[in-house]
């Protein structure tokens, strides 16, 4: 089994910043990428940014310049600094890990993604 256990959330006003991180433990065969996403109350999951292990990434347009993604693979952690906050990035957090494809799209029958139980942030304007 693999674990996800995701750190960091909070409450920040309004151009405050947050740092959330997410340590992968378990019997995890191998990393292609790890990222996170966020659910607003009444809206569906959204990815927020990845990390390929090849050392890509890829952000929403909505938190571009204001989020940073980063990993340790020596730890199997991925981190999420976010700066700037606004009250719409207000949300549950929440990491993925992607073991056999890079995250995008459906899960193929060969590969496995992992999620954490997620973390709550909050932005008040």
């Known amino acids: 089994q693999v674990q996800l256990v995701e750190s960091g959330g909070g409450l920040v006003q309004a151009g405050g910043s947050l740092s959330l991180s997410c340590a992968a433990s378990?019997?995890?065969?191998?990393?292609?990428?790890m990222g996170w996403y966020r659910q607003a109350p009444g809206k569906q999951r959204e990815l927020v940014a990845l990390?390929?292990?090849?050392?890509?990434?890829d952000y929403a347009d909505s938190v571009k310049g204001r989020f940073t993604i980063s990993r340790d693979n020596a730890k199997n952690t991925v981190y999420l600094q976010m700066n700037s906050l606004k009250p719409e990035d207000t949300g549950a957090y929440y990491c993925?890990?992607?073991?056999?494809?890079?995250?995008?799209?459906?899960?193929?029958?060969?590969?496995?993604?992992?999620w954490g139980k997620g973390t709550l942030v909050t932005v008040s304007s």
């Open positions: 378990g019997s995890i065969f191998s990393i292609n990428a």
């Open positions: 993925k890990l992607c073991s056999g494809y890079y995250c995008a799209g459906a899960t193929p029958h060969y590969a496995r993604d992992y």
């Open positions: 990390a390929a292990s090849g050392g890509s990434t």
